[in-house]
Each structure stands twice: as structure tokens, then as C-alpha cells.
């Protein structure tokens, strides 16, 4: 699946307006053919280096090599690489065909090539019979897969989108998900999608790159995202979390021994994710998510064990959302399967297994 | 169209400009439309008579497209202001440059505004009396042979004349406004999808 000279390639990228540092030396290589989310709240810089990428913000420093090509200092319009807009930002006045093909007639492509290019990216969207309609008489999804197609037309080398479904309604922007996700895995093309969306970013991706101020944090699959996350921000941005502050008491081989609160944890060494790993009497935090939470009290060894009181339940038909409050007011997420045979205002006991949490250096 | 040709290039400046800038900017454009057309043309025939130009012709397109730019301005400033920036970097992504950005995608974006403008600004100009009379010299536009024959004794073919005059203007006006709605609709709502492109 992998290529030799990665599709794109950021070396130490830097933007700054003013104090701010919008690009915090950024390097990122991305292989071809893969889907790569950047993921990260407003503001976080994520934009800004999909636009430096296509050209039309311009990084203070640092290298972009597109296809082994330096095209750092490229013209925006000279660069192999196109952009899927949020708003779409299609042509008003020019058909939907006149739209897709805009992007070949640039190039300098025959007519006929252009209209044969047309007319089969609109049977890739699955659009046929659009191609002689303006772009406002088109839903907002149709707008979508539009725009998907004319930044596809000239054959880019990535296809760059910007929270394309982010004005998209939640049962649309599911089933462009799974579009986006069919498209690009029968066009083979690279795709670097930004979104604010973890849960986007986790359903679609291979890779997923959470930056934050200005920086990557993790590049890792959804997966490890989820489960390891390296910074105590991703562990609170993508998902669920019940963070616990804890300190180091102390290193025995393979585990630590963590004190939280008046409790002592012993835990595998190994479910440290943060790079850094803490030394004894350092502070730290403990991830543990709401599904890893078990009701009852546990006879396996090692478990984690908790107690509180259940002051809410949110029934969701296969799951149900439960708030539990601990005797040092710490309120708690759990996520449990029905039925659930505890009243509200009732004593509840939680355990979880030793290896499904996550500890992060740090608070 | 002097000032169709004038006015738009204005208006991309102010387009780019922000803030308090803007306002005064706008403000300064605004001023001639403003100001009583007498003082205008007065000072227009001062400013033509300083820079050498003789009253005629000249002088009179002079002095309409100067109190004509204003009109221009706004309504290019207007449908400017609904065309999303991303647009024509949309365009350039997709390997537009400046000068084909302007042709294929501004300029088709704005016509309904500009055949708007054009139409607003030649109804302005034919109807002015008080510019022309200024700087007309023995020029004579409509308006102002009217005024001229008026002075020699009523003349039934005169009111006549008037009664068609303002008949066609309102006429022309009335079909200009709905025409340029018409195609600004086109291209705003989604009513026309099989509209043939022009």
C-alpha cells in the first residue's frame, strides 16, 4: 500500500501571525494512498496547514514536498494538489459539468477529454444525470459530492478537504462519511481531511494526526488514539474520559504502584502512553474510559475497584449512560450494558481491569 | 460606462479594505451622491474649465460618469460582499490564475450587477438636467432642449414629448430592474436548474 516517496511530505512548517504561533514546527509525512485526518479543536492550526499545502497560506518556514517535489514556493495555481472546500465554494454561474471540468480546461485538456472526464467522475458520486444543473438547484449533499468531484477531476496527486461536512445535517454527513470513505478507497488517492469531529476523524481514517496549539500530539491509527492516547488533551478531546490524578508510589519491575486518593492502584508499566514516562513521586494521570468500567464488585486479582453513589442514568436502548458520584465527590462516567438494576440515589460498585486504563505523565 | 469602468475597480479596492477604513473609504465615495447636484455641477464646470477641457460632449460624459461612480460602487460592493472568498480560491486551486480568476469566475459573478449599475447609471444620466446644463455648452441633451423650447411659449407638442419621455424611462427602468433580478435570481435561489447558460 505504501510507496517509496511519500505523497506529501512537511518539513518543520512555521506560521505565525503576530505572537501567535498558528504553525508550531509541524513535520508530518504522509504515505500514498492512505486517509489521514488532522483533528484538533478551532483554532488549533489544522486549516492553516491544509491551506499552506495547496499554497494559499504561506508558511514563515519550513519545506512541502509534494511527490518527492519541492513546491514550497510554487504558485497556488501551479501546485498538483487540490482542495475540497467547507462551504464547496462551486461556481454559480457554470454547470455542474462546467464546474467538475474547470480543473481539466486549466490544464489545457481537449473538450471532449474534459467531457469524458465529467461524465465519469459524476458516475464515481453517483450523480449521473446532474451534469446540466446549476449548483443551486442541487441539495446540500449533492453540493458535496460536487465539489468532491471537481477537485478530483484533474488527477491530483492528494485530495486536501476542509470539514467538507460540516454544514451537512447528522444523517447526511453519516452517509457521506461512508461516500467519502467508498470514494477514496476505489480512487486510491491520498486524502487529508481536517475536522473538530473525533467522531469523524475515528470513523474514517487510517491515520489520525491530533494536533493542538499548533502542533501534532499524536499521529497514530484511531485505534491507538482511542485506547493510548500520548497527552492528557487527547485523552480528554477524542472520547469519553474519567481522569483520575494519581502519584507515582512506586516501581517494581513491570508495574507501578499508583496512590489516588486514599486507594493504591497497581498497574502495568506498559499502559504508560504519554512519551515520557514518570519517575517515582512524579505526578500523573489515570484515562479510564467509560465502557471499561464493570458493574459489581470483582474476585479477579488485581482489579481496580471503586464505589459511589448512581445519582443519573441516560437509557440509549443498547447502552446506558450512567453518572456515578464517589465518596470524595469525584463524578464519574460509566457506560453500561442494560439492564441496569440500581436505582438512582443507590450504592454502586465499579471495577475495572488493571490494563484498561491509561496513564499520562503530567496533570 | 465611464463609470461602470471606473466604479468597479473601486469597488474591488474597498472589497479588500476593512474596518474604519472601510467606512471612510465608503463615506468619501458616497459624498458626490450626496451633495446637492447644483454645488456638483457648479464645481464640475469650475474643475473643467481649470484642466482645460471645453464644454460638450466630453464635458457632459465627464460630469455624468463622475456623478454616476457612487451608483456603481454600492451595487458591485453589494453582490461583491455575497460571493464567498473561497471562491476564487477555489478557482486558483484548481489552477486559475489572477488575470482567469477575474475573467471566468468575478466578472460572470458580478455581471447582473454590473448590466444593473449600467442601466441605473444610463437612466441617471439621459433624466439629468441641471450637470448637462452646466456643461453643455452648445451641446444640448434632452433635458435640457426641453427646458430650452419651454422658455419660447407652451407648446402642446412638448407635453407630449414629456409624456412619452417619462412613459419609456419608467418603462426601461421597470424592465431593467426585472431583468437583472431575473438573473441575479438564477444564480442565488435554486428556481431555474434547466436555465440555459447565456
Redesign the interface.
Known amino acids: 500500500m505504501t510507496d517509496p516517496v511519500p505523497a506529501i511530505e512537511l518539513k518543520n512548517i512555521c506560521k505565525a501571525y503576530g505572537a501567535l504561533r498558528v504553525i508550531d514546527d509541524v513535520s508530518l509525512t504522509i504515505e500514498r494512498g492512505v486517509f489521514i485526518t488532522l483533528l484538533g479543536p478551532s483554532g488549533c492550526g489544522k486549516s492553516t496547514l491544509l491551506r499552506s499545502i495547496v499554497g494559499l497560506a504561506e508558511p514563515d518556514s519550513g519545506t512541502i514536498l509534494v511527490d518527492g517535489k519541492d513546491i514550497t514556493n510554487a504558485a497556488a495555481h501551479n501546485r498538483p494538489v487540490k482542495m475540497v472546500f467547507q462551504d464547496y465554494a462551486l461556481f454559480p454561474h457554470m454547470t455542474v459539468a462546467q464546474n467538475i471540468g474547470f480543473g481539466c480546461e486549466m490544464q489545457g485538456m481537449e473538450k471532449s477529454a474534459i467531457a469524458r472526464r465529467s461524465t465519469e467522475l459524476l458516475e464515481l458520486i453517483r450523480l449521473p444525470d446532474i451534469a446540466n444543473r446549476y449548483p443551486d438547484a442541487l441539495s446540500g449533499g449533492q453540493r458535496q459530492r460536487v465539489a468532491l468531484a471537481r477537485a478530483l477531476a484533474p488527477d491530483p496527486a492528494a485530495l486536501l478537504l476542509d470539514e467538507p461536512l460540516g454544514a451537512l445535517d447528522l444523517k447526511l454527513r453519516q452517509d457521506m462519511q461512508r461516500e467519502l470513505k467508498a470514494i477514496q478507497r476505489r480512487t486510491g488517492k491520498t486524502f487529508v481531511f481536517v475536522t473538530h469531529d473525533q467522531q469523524e476523524a475515528m470513523s474514517m481514517s487510517d491515520l489520525v494526526a491530533v494536533m493542538n496549539k499548533g502542533k501534532i500530539e499524536q499521529l497514530d491509527s484511531p485505534e491507538n488514539i482511542y485506547a493510548n492516547p500520548a497527552t492528557l488533551f487527547i485523552a480528554d478531546f477524542v472520547g469519553a474520559t474519567n481522569l483520575f490524578e494519581a502519584t507515582v508510589e512506586a516501581k517494581d519491575g513491570d508495574h507501578l504502584t499508583l496512590s489516588v486518593g486514599d486507594a493504591h492502584w497497581r498497574v502495568p508499566a506498559a499502559r504508560v502512553t504519554s512519551h515520557r514516562k514518570p519517575d517515582v513521586g512524579e505526578a500523573v494521570s489515570v484515562v479510564i474510559r467509560p465502557e471499561a468500567f464493570d458493574i459489581g464488585a470483582s474476585r479477579r486479582k488485581g482489579d481496580i475497584q471503586l464505589s459511589g453513589r448512581l445519582t443519573d442514568q441516560t437509557y440509549l436502548g443498547d447502552r446506558v449512560h450512567l453518572n456515578v458520584e464517589t465518596a470524595d465527590e469525584k463524578s464519574l462516567l460509566v457506560d453500561a450494558r442494560p439492564p441496569i438494576s440500581i436505582g438512582e440515589g443507590a450504592e454502586i460498585r465499579l471495577h475495572c481491569r488493571a490494563d484498561n486504563l491509561a496513564i499520562i505523565a503530567g496533570r | 460606462m465611464i463609470s461602470v469602468a471606473v466604479g468597479l475597480p473601486i469597488a474591488f479596492a474597498v472589497a479588500r479594505t476593512s474596518g474604519v477604513m472601510r467606512g471612510l473609504l465608503i463615506a468619501l465615495i458616497l459624498l458626490p451622491a450626496f451633495l446637492p447636484v447644483v454645488v456638483s455641477a457648479i464645481s464640475l464646470r469650475i474643475f473643467i474649465g481649470r484642466i482645460g477641457l471645453e464644454t460638450g460632449t466630453a464635458a457632459i460624459a465627464f460630469g455624468h460618469a463622475v456623478g454616476s461612480v457612487p451608483f456603481v460602487v454600492i451595487m458591485v460592493l453589494t453582490r461583491l460582499n455575497t460571493m ?1 472568498r ?2 476564487a ?9 489572477d488575470v ?1 480568476i477575474l475573467v471566468r ?1 468575478v466578472l ?2 458580478l ?1 447582473p450587477a454590473l448590466l444593473g449599475a449600467f442601466m441605473f447609471c444610463l437612466l441617471l444620466s439621459f433624466e439629468d438636467f441641471v450637470r448637462s446644463f452646466f456643461l453643455g455648452g452648445f451641446e444640448q441633451t434632452f433635458p435640457v432642449l426641453l427646458f430650452a423650447r419651454l422658455r419660447f411659449g407652451f407648446d402642446p407638442g412638448l407635453a407630449a414629448i414629456s409624456t412619452l419621455v417619462l412613459i419609456a424611462t419608467t418603462g426601461f427602468g421597470l424592465y431593467a430592474e426585472r431583468f437583472v433580478r431575473k438573473r441575479s435570481l ?5 428556481l ?4 440555459k ?1 447565456d
Open positions: 464567498g473561497n471562491m480560491d477555489a478557482a486558483r486551486n484548481l489552477g486559475a490564475d482567469i469566475i460572470p459573478y455581471s438564477r444564480s442565488e435561489t435554486s431555474t436548474s434547466g436555465a447558460n
